[in-house]
Every structure is written in structure tokens, then in C-alpha cells.
């Protein structure tokens, strides 16, 4: 399949999948939250594949939603992107494949939840990242429950209040990173290694009795997408997106 937003390489064990829309500062469209759970579900379906390292630009993992889609679709229900954008949660949260984020650069809003979904999560010593949701008058709705489930209920509320930024030290104090450095390829490599003597099967399992262990639930999407859809409709939110595609930088 041919991928406008992706870029794909496949090396023995290891499927690499770059979230690649430089000229949108790596932010979330619909048409990446279509690729991007294709691209997951394919990686899922290979028996020789058993780690998926998602990873994004040199400066930037991936900046959120797409405002520029958000302030020019008129009439296009934004439940749309919100429920694709949850599904590739669920599949990371739910593949039999170790997803691996390797983090560089800019992590803010729905790139939270594509980390926070990760089974692990090496960054770089440039990484930093930040729920600014709350500043567009909107809330991060779907990354909540994955986020709460990796670094805990009070760290993902203040990171969600206060839309403070975070580096890399501090999002492995919060358990948000697993390992940081600047020679993640080396770190990568010791991961590899040892996952991929792992069967897929047993990954899968573990997962399965973890997510049920866990208080996301099939009514969670329904609640998360309708929430964040209702938000991103209001008056609020539109203005201040708006101001944002006109003139750039955060409210």
C-alpha cells in the first residue's frame, strides 16, 4: 500500500513506521489516522515481525490534531478523525507486536496518546512533551485513559491542566519514558534483542489480561470521542483555533 503520510521499512524482526508530514509539523489528519491504523494492522498480520518501532521527525514525534483540517472542514463531523485516531490506540494498546516509540523532538496533545499507548518508550535527550489542549479550550479526551493508565490519575491531570512541558528527564521520572539518551539507537538495539526471542502469541496474551485488568472499556470510546467532538465544536475552541491557523504559536 502506498502511504502519503507514512514512511515504512522492514527489517528482519523490527517494522519501522515514520509518522512523515513535515510540511504539517507531524499533526494528526484524517487521512494519518486512516494510514496509520492500516499501517499497524498490517504489521500485526506479519508472523515475522515482533516490534514495531513507531517514530517521527528529527525535531518533532507528532504536534496533535491538524488545525489546519480542523478550521477549513466545514461540515465534516469531527468524529470522524477522533474515532480513528482512538482506534490506533486501542490497536497499539491491544497488537501482538512490542510497539516501541522512539521519541525526538516535539511531543504535544494526540502524540501524548500515541506515546502513552506504547508498550515502551525511548526518547532522546531533545524530547519534550505537553498536553495543550486546555489552552484551545478543548480536552485531551481520548489520550485520558491511556495516559492515566501509564503515569497514574495526578500526574496525567496536572499535565492536563497546567499544559506544562516536560523534558525527557522528567517524563522518565513520571514514568511516561521508559530509558532516555542520546544514543537511543543503542538502547533500541538491547530492546530488540531480547523481544524478539518473544512469542507474538504470549505478547498478545499478556496484553489481553492487562487491558482487562485495566478501566478502559468499550464505552470509553463513545464517551472520550463525543466529548472531545462536543469541544472541538464549541465557540471557544473555534476562535482560538482560529487565531491559532492565522497567526501561529499557542493562546
Not at 495543550?132 to 491531570?157: D, M, N, S
Not at 491542566?161 to 530509558?179: C, F, K, M, P, R
Not at 487491558?211 to 468499550?218: D, E, H, P, R, V
Amino acid at each position: 500500500m502506498y502511504y502519503q503520510t507514512l514512511k515504512i521499512s522492514h527489517k528482519a524482526v523490527v517494522q519501522r513506521i515514520q509518522i512523515y508530514r513535515p510540511e504539517a509539523n507531524n499533526t494528526i489528519n484524517n487521512q494519518l489516522t486512516q494510514e496509520l491504523l492500516s499501517a499497524l494492522q498490517g504489521a500485526d498480520a506479519e508472523e515475522t515481525v515482533k516490534v514495531v518501532i513507531l517514530e517521527g521527525l528529527p525535531d518533532v514525534f507528532c504536534a496533535g490534531m491538524d488545525f489546519q483540517e480542523v478550521a477549513g472542514a466545514e461540515g465534516i463531523d469531527p468524529k470522524i478523525t477522533l474515532n480513528g485516531y482512538y482506534n490506533i490506540l486501542k490497536q497499539m494498546a491491544q497488537s501482538s507486536k512490542v510497539i516501541l516509540s522512539l521519541v525526538r523532538g516535539k511531543v504535544q496533545a494526540g502524540g501524548m496518546g500515541f506515546v502513552a499507548a506504547s508498550d515502551l518508550v525511548i526518547a532522546d535527550e531533545t524530547a519534550t512533551f505537553a498536553n495543550t489542549e486546555l489552552l484551545f479550550g478543548l480536552l485531551p479526551a481520548c489520550v485520558l485513559p491511556f495516559l492515566i493508565r501509564r503515569i497514574g490519575y495526578q500526574k496525567a491531570y496536572r499535565l492536563s491542566l497546567t499544559t506544562q512541558t516536560i523534558s525527557a528527564e522528567e517524563a522518565y521520572n513520571w514514568g511516561l519514558v521508559d530509558e532516555y539518551s542520546n544514543d537511543t539507537n543503542k538502547i533500541v538495539g538491547k530492546y530488540i534483542r531480547r523481544l524478539k526471542c518473544l512469542p507474538s502469541s504470549a505478547v498478545k496474551e499478556l496484553k489481553d489480561l492487562t487491558n482487562k485488568l485495566w478501566i478502559i472499556q468499550a464505552e470509553t470510546q463513545e464517551l472520550v470521542v463525543n466529548k472531545a467532538a462536543d469541544m472541538i465544536l464549541s465557540t471557544t475552541a473555534k476562535e482560538r483555533i482560529g487565531q491559532f491557523v492565522k497567526n501561529g504559536g499557542l493562546p
